[in-house]
């Protein structure tokens, strides 16, 4: 079994944080993984703080 990760530059705006710049960490591509994740730290420029999103997805796989 091979393990992929990934990057790319992300940016965001909302009214509460402002813009905001960071990286998306990510493991999932064309192919569903039995475990995807995503990590999405950011950085605000409106408040001089970190914020962003995190995502884990668990697949279940019926096999008949």
């Known amino acids: 079994s091979r393990t992929q ?3 790319a ?10 813009p905001m710049a960071g990286l998306a960490f990510y493991n999932h591509s064309v192919y569903q993984r039995t475990f995807e994740t995503e990590l ?4 605000s420029v409106k408040d001089n ?6 995502n884990f997805h668990l697949h279940w796989f019926h096999h008949s």
Not at 9 to 18: D, E, F, T
Not at 49 to 54: C, H, K, Q, T, V
């Open 5 to 7: 990760a990934f990057w």
């Open 9 to 18: 530059p992300a940016a965001a705006y909302n009214l509460y944080n402002g």
């Open 40 to 43: 999405v730290p950011m950085y």
């Open 49 to 54: 703080n970190l914020a962003g999103l995190a």
